[in-house]
């Protein structure tokens, strides 16, 4: 049973739909008695004006030619859908912002077998809708309803500047042979979870994805209910492909990424080994919602040759904007860009708010892992790998701009990067100037994990700023409001420096510089205007340049204007208690200078010399320094009765 009355689930978001698109097929017939049958669309359609659908009957003679039985498809035959089609317009009754869909309810008996599906042809340049903002999804074929047993390819070879002229195959499909299914840029469900019970039933057989010889260097969809049999899957031409299985897959069988090209797995136990040739790459994309279970990846992953360079002029970064004026401000990216593609990449997605904590999105690798050159990891998730690794002496690496932590607990390691957690590997970028252009003015600021923005000067500025988790902030100047979340970090400063905000919300981690006792050139601070909120936040305390402060020496770290309280305390640190940075101590108090500033005083020191630096006070308090003086006393007064002899 399938279901045929689909539109209103597919037209619940453009995303969904445009995440829906072809297929294609072709290969040569097995006897003279298959047809090739070309549709025509000539019957009269099914038109449900609520649903904006536009419902074709496959087994209607009346829309297809060239079939010599003189009906319909037959089991055998090869179908071909030419480009057009979905262009023709029943009644020129359509507005050009309709977003009408074109389905082919396929009424032949389950499990008819097809030879080859093509969907080819000049799109041509007149397309009935061209505007972006109709989410690509017009001009479109939808084939639905009963299986198809497929003994042949499906191969899209659409050409032409209509990029929106697609092509979906919505059913189950079941390989009989080695096939291929090039989808030349499109998307492809076949059984998508649109469908009940839809899935792609591979057998024994070999799926490849992308043929050379039909398409480009371009992205590739195959997404289904689930994956059946055991049977290999091959990508081939440098395409970036998505292979998602919503229902799961059978085990056992093996992926082959060819020709530097990228897969991206949604389901995550299909294959016992994934193979990634030179240059290629893989993407583990995993989809949860709280409480954000631990994801286990137990594919065993062989990495072969070096990566994918970026093209001319590429690389990553982040950028800020929002306004059509001329930028009243600069952004220099302060450490080396990649001018590579990772080679692993994890993306954990959340159903659910963005803004909730990632310290528990965890993935773990747990089979073996083997490369032959270096390694980078991209991941927005804490990344474990914990299976063997055999990494001839070269290194595996959390890539700049990753957000979360990266671990290696291996038992048996032997690449060139030893077990143990990495420090997250921030992209650097500095602001110099106000964060904004001339038309709207002064931008939000949204700084994501993996990255670490800073102000260069007093005189540079931003709006509101949102550190999210494993993401940093910090640097001089002013900005209007300031939120950082569970994970992220703040770090006020330029190795010393001074900071200011509107009201202050810190949740995640407040670093603070000590190298004098003056502020903004010697320690860190925030200058906060509005009111400050540090409840469960963490408080990381340094010294610079072997700075050791003098006892009771003072150090406002949050001054708080005006007379309004400070909210919340440091983690584990309540008003009065004590804080040990190396031999010193201090104690932090939340309602000191004026009244209501988080200041730090140093109340227990290991010299309590006014001059630290020097070493006399170390000399002066030496056992030996009596017997020293004696000595150079004697030594003297000796010299003077020499002396006096000479004279004589």
């Given at each position: 049973?399938?279901?045929?009355?689909?539109?209103?689930?597919?037209?619940?978001?453009?995303?969904?739909?445009?995440?829906?698109?072809?297929?294609?097929?072709?290969?040569?017939?097995?006897?003279?008695?298959?047809?090739?049958?070309?549709?025509?669309?000539?019957?009269?359609?099914?038109?449900?004006?609520?649903?904006?659908?536009?419902?074709?009957?496959?087994?209607?003679?009346?829309?297809?030619?060239?079939?010599?039985?003189?009906?319909?498809?037959?089991?055998?035959?090869?179908?071909?859908?030419?480009?057009?089609?979905?262009?023709?317009?029943?009644?020129?009754?359509?507005?050009?912002?309709?977003?009408?869909?074109?389905?082919?309810?396929?009424?032949?008996?389950?499990?008819?077998?097809?030879?080859?599906?093509?969907?080819?042809?000049?799109?041509?340049?007149?397309?009935?809708?061209?505007?972006?903002?109709?989410?690509?999804?017009?001009?479109?074929?939808?084939?639905?309803?009963?299986?198809?047993?497929?003994?042949?390819?499906?191969?899209?070879?659409?050409?032409?500047?209509?990029?929106?002229?697609?092509?979906?195959?919505?059913?189950?499909?079941?390989?009989?042979?080695?096939?291929?299914?090039?989808?030349?840029?499109?998307?492809?469900?076949?059984?998508?979870?649109?469908?009940?019970?839809?899935?792609?039933?591979?057998?024994?057989?070999?799926?490849?994805?992308?043929?050379?010889?039909?398409?480009?260097?371009?992205?590739?969809?195959?997404?289904?209910?689930?994956?059946?049999?055991?049977?290999?899957?091959?990508?081939?031409?440098?395409s970036?492909?998505?292979?998602?299985?919503?229902?799961?897959?059978?085990?056992?069988?093996?992926?082959?990424?060819?020709?530097?090209?990228?897969?991206?797995?949604?389901?995550?136990?299909?294959?016992?080994?994934?193979?990634?040739?030179?240059?290629?790459?893989?993407?583990?994309?995993?989809?949860?919602?709280?409480?954000?279970?631990?994801?286990?990846?137990?594919?065993?992953?062989?990495?072969?040759?070096?990566?994918?360079?970026?093209?001319?002029?590429?690389?990553?970064?982040?950028?800020?904007?929002?306004?059509?004026?001329?930028?009243?401000?600069?952004?220099?990216?302060?450490?080396?860009?990649?001018?590579?593609?990772?080679?692993?990449?994890?993306?954990?997605?959340?159903?659910?708010?963005?803004?909730?904590?990632?310290?528990?999105?965890?993935?773990?690798?747990?089979?073996?892992?083997?490369?032959?050159?270096?390694?980078?990891?991209?991941?927005?998730?804490?990344?474990?790998?914990?299976?063997?690794?055999?990494?001839?002496?070269?290194?595996?690496?959390?890539?700049?701009?990753?957000?979360?932590?990266?671990k290696?607990?291996?038992?048996?390691?032997?690449?060139?990067?030893?077990?143990?957690?990495?420090?997250?590997?921030?992209?650097?970028?500095?602001?110099?100037?106000?964060?904004?252009?001339?038309?709207t003015g002064?931008?939000?600021?949204?700084?994501?994990g993996?990255?670490?923005?800073?102000?260069?000067?007093?005189?540079?500025?931003?709006?509101?700023?949102?550190?999210?988790?494993?993401?940093?902030?910090?640097?001089?100047g002013?900005?209007?409001?300031?939120?950082?979340?569970?994970?992220?970090?703040?770090?006020?400063?330029?190795?010393?420096?001074?900071?200011?905000?509107?009201n202050?919300?810190?949740?995640?981690?407040y670093?603070?510089?000590?190298?004098?006792?003056?502020?903004?050139?010697?320690?860190?601070?925030?200058?906060?205007?509005?009111?400050?909120?540090?409840?469960?936040?963490?408080?990381?305390?340094?010294?610079?340049?072997?700075f050791?402060?003098?006892l009771?020496?003072?150090?406002?770290?949050?001054?708080?204007?005006?007379?309004?309280?400070?909210?919340?305390?440091?983690?584990?640190?309540?008003?009065?208690?004590?804080i040990?940075?190396?031999?010193?101590?201090?104690?932090i108090?939340?309602?000191?200078?004026?009244?209501?500033?988080?200041?730090l005083?140093?109340?227990?020191?290991?010299?309590?010399?006014?001059?630290?630096?020097?070493?006399?006070?170390?000399?002066?308090?030496?056992?030996?320094?009596?017997?020293?003086?004696?000595?150079?006393?004697?030594?003297?007064?000796?010299?003077?009765?020499?002396?006096?002899?000479?004279?004589?």
């Open positions: 049973m399938k279901t045929k009355k689909i539109f209103s689930k597919l037209t619940l978001s453009g995303f969904l739909i445009s995440f829906l698109t072809p297929l294609a097929i072709f290969a040569p017939q097995a006897s003279a008695a298959a047809d090739t049958c070309t549709w025509t669309g000539g019957g009269t359609p099914v038109v449900d004006s609520t649903n904006k659908t536009i419902t074709f009957d496959i087994a209607d003679s009346a829309n297809w030619s060239g079939c010599d039985n003189g009906t319909v498809p037959e089991s055998g035959d090869s179908l071909e859908f030419p480009a057009n089609f979905a262009q023709v317009d029943p009644g020129n009754s359509l507005t050009d912002d309709s977003q009408w869909k074109y389905f082919i309810d396929n009424t032949l008996p389950d499990g008819t077998t097809i030879a080859g599906m093509m969907f080819n042809g000049d799109t041509g340049s007149n397309c009935r809708y061209d505007d972006a903002t109709l989410n690509a999804n017009n001009d479109t074929y939808f084939i639905t309803g009963n299986d198809i047993t497929l003994t042949g390819n499906v191969i899209n070879t659409y050409s032409g500047d209509c990029n929106y002229e697609l092509a979906s195959i919505l059913l189950e499909l079941t390989l009989t042979a080695n096939t291929t299914i090039d989808m030349n840029n499109q998307y492809v469900y076949a059984g998508s979870t649109y469908i009940s019970s839809g899935s792609l039933d591979i057998g024994a057989y070999q799926l490849t994805l992308c043929d050379p010889a039909y398409s480009d260097l371009d992205t590739r969809y195959l997404n289904v209910d689930g994956i059946i049999g055991d049977g290999n899957i091959v990508v081939n031409c440098g970036s492909t998505t292979i998602g299985a919503s229902g799961g897959y059978s085990t056992g069988r093996n992926l082959l990424v060819n020709d530097g090209g990228t897969v991206n797995i949604s389901s995550l136990e299909p294959f016992n080994l994934i193979t990634l040739s030179d240059e290629s790459s893989l993407y583990v994309s995993i989809n949860q919602g709280s409480p954000y279970p631990e994801v286990t990846v137990p594919s065993d992953i062989v990495i072969q040759g070096g990566p994918k360079a970026y093209p001319t002029g590429g690389g990553s970064g982040a950028g800020g904007g929002g306004g059509g004026g001329t930028p009243t401000y600069t952004q220099t990216q302060k450490n080396t860009a990649p001018t590579n593609y990772p080679r692993i990449n994890v993306y954990y997605n959340h159903y659910d708010s963005q803004s909730e904590s990632t310290k528990t999105h965890d993935v773990k690798f747990t089979g073996d892992l083997t490369f032959t050159e270096d390694v980078e990891v991209s991941h927005n998730a804490n990344v474990n790998f914990a299976g063997k690794i055999e990494g001839n002496e070269k290194t595996i690496n959390s890539r700049a701009g990753s957000a979360g932590l990266f290696i607990t291996s038992s048996d390691n032997t690449s060139a990067t030893p077990n143990g957690t990495q420090e997250t590997n921030y992209t650097v970028y500095e602001i110099d100037g106000d964060y904004g252009d001339t038309t002064l931008y939000d600021m949204t700084v994501q993996g990255f670490f923005y800073y102000l260069k000067t007093s005189e540079s500025s931003a709006k509101d700023v949102i550190v999210n988790d494993y993401a940093k902030f910090g640097g001089v002013t900005v209007a409001n300031l939120t950082v979340q569970a994970l992220g970090i703040l770090a006020p400063g330029l190795s010393p420096g001074c900071l200011s905000s509107g202050l919300v810190l949740s995640g981690t670093e603070v510089e000590l190298a004098g006792t003056t502020v903004c050139t010697e320690y860190d601070q925030t200058d906060v205007t509005g009111t400050v909120d540090v409840t469960g936040a963490t408080l990381d305390l340094s010294l610079l340049n072997g050791s402060p003098p009771n020496s003072e150090y406002i770290i949050i001054n708080n204007d005006g007379s309004d309280a400070v909210t919340g305390e440091f983690a584990g640190l309540v008003d009065g208690a004590s040990t940075q190396g031999d010193i101590t201090f104690q108090n939340y309602d000191g200078g004026d009244g209501n500033d988080v200041v005083t140093v109340t227990g020191s290991p010299t309590a010399a006014t001059v630290p630096d020097t070493g006399i006070g170390e000399v002066l308090q030496s056992p030996y320094i009596v017997p020293l003086t004696a000595l150079l006393g004697l030594g003297a007064l000796f010299g003077i009765r020499r002396l006096q002899t000479v004279k004589k």
